[in-house]
T-cell receptor, first 112, second 110 residues
Framework: NAGVTQTPKFQVLKTGQSMTLQCAQDMNHNSMYWYRQDPGMGLRLIYYSASEGTTDKGEVPNGYNVSRLNKREFSLRLESAAPSQTSVYFC???????????FGPGTRLTVT | QQQVKQSPQSLIVQKGGISIINCAYENTAFDYFPWYQQFPGKGPALLIAIRPDVSEKKEGRFTISFNKSAKQFSLHIMDSQPGDSATYFCAADSWGKLQFGAGTQVVVTP
């Protein structure tokens, strides 16, 4: 089992460009999450999906959109990238409760 | 505002020593308190977790102490090893969104 996979691993964008971060899990989990990690700020929730077909905003949703394509896949889209979105992005999934999450390896995004 | 406050921001401990990381929370609805370990360039991984009906949980060299009345919990790493060098995050869950602390970078020197 691969667990949670994310693509790409690294990305450099220019201000105003758009891109989609992909996430997939093979653990048959219902819930999936997108976080961003910035130095000294821990992990901040961007969006989450409690089940297929539902999505909800987290702590820092502005500038992002998400799609829960099916039970396995949850994508994060930046429509018009800004330097403030330079960060490391993590996708995670959980089955039983939010406290028991499995994280992907992350995508390091730089916006110039 | 950060719902889970974590300290210290970083700590250096000698091999064989004890690492102690502290966390505090305000929301009494939290009922599950996990700790995550993150190595450089990797995603966080669940290390150990505790529910508020117990005061201590031990798994190998890692122990969580929980003080419900003070709304505080801590992670103790006994006999710290260089392989324990990582960033540790405390978190709190109320069957809603998981709230993370800001993280503690632990460096274990040989």
């Amino acid at each position: 089992n691969a667990g949670v996979t994310q693509t790409p691993k690294f990305q450099v964008l220019k201000t105003g460009q758009s891109m989609t971060l992909q996430c997939a899990q093979d653990m048959n989990h219902n819930s999936m999450y997108w976080y961003r990690q910035d130095p000294g700020m821990g992990l901040r929730l961007i969006y989450y999906s409690a089940s297929e077909g539902t999505t909800d905003k987290g702590e820092v949703p502005n500038g992002y959109n998400v799609s829960r394509l099916n039970k396995r896949e949850f994508s994060l889209r930046l429509e018009s990238a800004a330097p403030s979105q330079t960060s490391v992005y993590f996708c995670a999934s959980s089955e039983a409760r939010p406290g028991e999450q499995y994280f992907g390896p992350g995508t390091r995004l730089t916006v110039t | 505002q950060q719902q889970v406050k974590q300290s210290p921001q970083s700590l250096i401990v000698q091999k064989g020593g004890i690492s102690i990381i502290n966390c505090a929370y305000e929301n009494t609805a939290f009922d599950y308190f996990p700790w995550y370990q993150q190595f450089p360039g990797k995603g966080p991984a669940l290390l150990i977790a505790i529910r508020p009906d117990v005061s201590e949980k031990k798994e190998g060299r890692f122990t969580i102490s929980f003080n419900k009345s003070a709304k505080q919990f801590s992670l103790h790493i006994m006999d710290s090893q260089p392989g324990d060098s990582a960033t540790y995050f405390c978190a709190a869950d109320s069957w809603g969104k998981l709230q993370f602390g800001a993280g503690t970078q632990v460096v274990v020197t040989p």
